[in-house]
């Protein structure tokens, strides 16, 4: 693990993870770059080494995780906030996805169909993506993860004032039916293990191990 400087991390803090450039005052701003606006340089792979947190916030980033590292790295953040603390995330939505760059049954010339099977794969490939969510996935997870209340966000919108208006990334033309992002609110705490999520999932790994 990478650290920019050498005072242990703070506790009682927000973090902000997967910063990038994008700092937000008031927070520990972590990201696995050294950015000037970088508050600690970390892998999160390798935990996160703080506690007490009343916030975490991760936009686009979860996505550039494997689907087992971002099981470990929602444990690590409901480790690590508090009891009442809270997680707001987003990550590209796989319905989107879907409905927006590939048209089956749609394409006028055989070049549509090239063209739709590069998007898709850029979709799912592109910029760093491992592993891409719907909201029910994604909920899935967070509650395998240990959080007990996940609730559906919009862009910049919080029932919590502090966590208002934080998101930075682009934004297309969608629908509240259709959001291109899923941008989620996870709390509380539960152990609650969803046997059928859990045996796609094993499904899923088992032909990654077998490739």
């Known amino acids: ?98 409905l927006t760059q590939y048209h089956f049954g749609q394409w006028a010339s055989e070049a549509e169909a090239v063209r739709d099977c590069f998007w898709m794969n850029r979709g799912f490939r592109g910029w760093g993506h491992q592993f891409l969510y719907n909201l029910a996935a994604l909920s899935a997870v967070l509650k395998l993860a240990g959080f007990r209340d996940v609730e559906a966000c919009r862009y910049g919108e919080s029932s919590i004032p502090f966590l208002q208006g934080l998101e930075r990334h682009e934004r297309y033309l969608d629908t509240p039916d259709l959001p291109h992002v899923i941008i989620v609110e996870a709390s509380g705490r539960e152990k609650k293990r969803d046997k059928e999520m859990l045996r796609h999932a094993n499904d899923y790994l088992e032909a990654l191990d077998a490739g």
């Open 1 to 98: 693990m990478l650290w920019k400087s050498t005072p242990k991390p703070r506790s009682g803090r927000p973090l902000h993870v997967g910063a990038g450039q994008a700092r937000i005052d008031g927070w520990t701003n972590i990201d696995i770059q050294p950015h000037p606006n970088v508050d600690e340089v970390l892998d999160i792979r390798d935990g996160l080494p703080f506690d007490d947190a009343p916030y975490i916030f991760a936009e686009h980033f979860i996505e550039h995780l494997s689907y087992a590292e971002g099981l470990a790295f929602l444990r690590e953040c409901r480790r690590v906030l508090r009891d009442d603390g809270r997680l707001r995330m987003s990550t590209p939505n796989l319905d989107w996805v879907w």
